[in-house]
């Protein structure tokens, strides 16, 4: 059974930030109470849930920079994964970049992180002969 999948909404914050601890995307430098926050007043993002009955299984947070597209939190509660929903998600995801106009997505995944690459290997992703820089803007971060 596919998944409905909308626009994230207040209700579901509880749900979504259990979701991505459940799929250990959380890290501690990142607030993921202040990730969504940033993300929802953002006018070119839009993070998307996914949900199965009335149980939240799936998230994805989508946006672009005006040049190319990016994509994070991709997450697929354990007991659901295997079954087509991240792939559904991600399609969701391309369409929102799609129908703005954007010519190609972009993402990063942790080192190590294995299945995912096998994933977005098998949705036609292909690693980039780029490497990625990054430096904090703020200083509360300490990673
Ligand atoms: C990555 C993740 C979202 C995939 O979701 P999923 O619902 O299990 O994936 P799907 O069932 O839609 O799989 C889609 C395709 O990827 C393939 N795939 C998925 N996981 C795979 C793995 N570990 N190894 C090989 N192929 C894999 C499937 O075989 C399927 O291929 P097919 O459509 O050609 O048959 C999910 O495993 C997850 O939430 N992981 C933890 C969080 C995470 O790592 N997110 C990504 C951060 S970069």
Not at 83 to 103: K, N, Q, Y
């Amino acid at each position: 059974m596919s998944l409905h999948i909308r626009t994230y909404r207040e209700q579901d914050r509880d749900a979504v930030i259990a979701l991505w601890e459940r799929c250990g995307l959380t890290r501690p430098w990142n607030d993921p109470a202040a990730d969504i926050e940033l993300c929802v007043r953002s006018r070119e993002a839009s993070l998307m849930v996914g949900y199965k009955e009335d149980e939240l299984i799936a998230s994805v947070m989508v946006g672009h920079d005006g040049h190319r597209g990016w994509i994070y939190y991709l997450a697929v509660q354990p007991g659901h994964q295997g079954h087509g929903h991240g792939r559904e998600m991600m399609t969701e995801a391309e369409l929102w970049l799609t129908s703005r106009g954007i010519p190609k997505v972009q993402l990063m995944v942790r080192t190590g992180n294995q299945s995912a690459e096998a994933f977005y290997g098998a949705l036609g992703y292909e690693a980039q002969d780029v490497t990625v820089f990054g430096k904090w803007l703020n200083d509360t971060s300490t990673s």
